[in-house]
C-alpha cells in the first residue's frame, strides 16, 4: 500500500446513499476527486479563485472496492501523485475510515490541457516542482 502525506476528510451525506443504505459506487469518484481538489490547493497549485491556468482532464478512473461506506462512516482519502509523465500524471487514492479498515483503492490519470484551446501540454514546471516539492521521488 502506498503511503500518502495528504488526507482529505469527507462527511458521507444521505444523498451518496444507494437503496441498500450503502454509498452509491459512483460517489466514490466523487469522493476522490474532492481529495485532489483540497490535495492541489493544499500544495498551492489553486488557489480557489477563477479556473486553473492548466486544464485537468480525467483521461481514465479505476476503483477497486473493498468494503462497503455506510452512512456515518468517518472517513478520509489519502491522495498521492504516483507518476509524472510528460502530458499527464497518475494519482493514487485510497478511502479509509477508524480501525484501519479500507473501503477502496483507486487511479486516476490526468491530464494537462491549455484553457483556452483545450490542446494537450506538457505539465508545467511549476507543477512539477510542486509535485516534488511535496511528495519527495515521484516516478516517470
Known amino acids: 500500500m ?3 502525506r495528504f488526507y482529505h476528510p469527507i462527511e458521507v451525506r444521505y444523498e451518496d446513499l444507494d437503496p441498500q443504505g450503502h454509498v452509491n459506487n459512483a460517489r466514490y469518484l466523487t469522493y ?12 498551492g497549485l489553486w488557489k480557489g ?9 480525467l483521461a ?3 476503483i477497486t472496492y ?3 461506506i455506510l452512512f456515518g462512516n468517518a472517513i478520509r482519502v489519502g491522495v498521492r501523485v504516483a507518476r509524472l509523465g510528460n502530458k499527464s500524471l497518475t494519482m493514487e487514492y485510497c478511502i479509509d475510515g477508524d480501525g484501519g479498515i479500507t473501503y477502496a483503492t483507486g487511479s486516476t490519470v490526468i ?3 491549455h484553457p483556452a484551446t483545450g490542446q494537450t501540454i ?5 507543477w512539477r516542482q510542486a509535485f516534488i516539492e ?4 515521484i516516478a516517470v
Do not use: C, S
Not at 134 to 137: A, D, H, N, R, V
Open 60 to 62: 481514465e478512473a479505476q
Open 122 to 126: 506538457p505539465v508545467p514546471d511549476h
Open 32 to 43: 476522490m476527486e474532492q481529495a485532489r481538489v483540497a490535495y492541489f490547493r493544499h500544495i
Open 2 to 4: 502506498a503511503t500518502f
Open 49 to 57: 479563485e477563477g479556473l486553473l491556468d492548466v486544464l485537468v482532464l
Open 66 to 68: 473493498r468494503a462497503p
Open 111 to 113: 491530464v494537462t490541457g
Open 134 to 137: 511535496f511528495e519527495g521521488q
